[in-house]
Structures are given as C-alpha cells and as structure tokens.
C-alpha cells in the first residue's frame, strides 16, 4: 500500500494558475502509473489526468491544453500544472496510484487505482 499526499490546493481567480503535488511513500514509486482525478459538488469523480511509469500521458478532453502531469521519480512526487483555470475547474482533487505497475496503458478508470490521497480543495472565482 502507498499513501499519497495532496498539496497546493486554494483559491484562484479564472485566468489564474495553481500547482498540486502528490507526495508517494511506501513503495516504489517509479514502477507505478499515477493519475489526478477531481469531484465536483453533486459531480461524480472524474479523471482528469495520468503518467504511467515510464511517462505516456492522458488527458481529458476538459482540461487538455491547460494542465500538465509530470512526476519527479527522485522525490517520489507527482505534479499537476493548471494553467487558464476556470470556474468550472473548481473541485476536490485527489491523486491516486495505480494498483498494478509497469502497466503498458495508461490507467484511465477508478478501478484501476488502489491508493489514493485524502484531498486538496481548489476553487476558482469568476
């Protein structure tokens, strides 16, 4: 089991821009795909973005073009760059890990994540 720690969400005007980080520890890191998934009030949970180990990437159609995931193995970090943020971006962001590693796709459904982290807030004003 891998426990996983959100940080750099807050508060942001549209327009603006935010970096989350996802702290890993308790296993190896590299070997495992990870993902930013957010939920949005009355929403269902989303995925919005994911790195496998060895760096192919997703993105949903919704943020594609404004964020950016990227990991940094030595530190055992996870990042998410959000650029051009919109009220609608405005949820809980949760980082998770994936269950299985060295996975060749990139894991795109919940189920395929086994960890996740307990949430940063991220709201955008208008």
């Known amino acids: 089991q891998v426990q996983l720690v959100e940080s750099g969400g807050g508060l942001v005007q549209a327009g603006g821009s935010l970096r989350l980080s996802c702290a890993a520890s308790?296993?190896?890191?590299?070997?495992?795909?990870m993902g930013w998934f957010r939920q949005a009030p009355g929403k269902e949970r989303e995925i919005i973005a994911a790195?496998?180990?060895?760096?192919?990437?997703y993105f949903a159609d919704s943020v594609k073009g404004r964020f950016t995931i990227s990991r940094d193995n030595a530190k055992n970090t996870m990042f998410l760059q959000m650029n051009s943020l919109k009220p609608e971006d405005t949820a809980v962001y949760y980082c998770?890990?994936?269950?299985?590693?060295?996975?060749?796709?990139?894991?795109?459904?919940?189920?395929?994540?086994?960890?996740w982290g307990q949430g940063t807030q991220v709201t955008v004003s208008s």
């Open positions: 998770a890990a994936d269950s299985a590693p060295f996975r060749a796709a990139v894991p795109t459904r919940g189920a395929q994540f086994g960890s």
């Open positions: 308790g296993r190896t890191f590299s070997s495992y795909a």
């Open positions: 790195i496998t180990w060895n760096g192919r990437t």
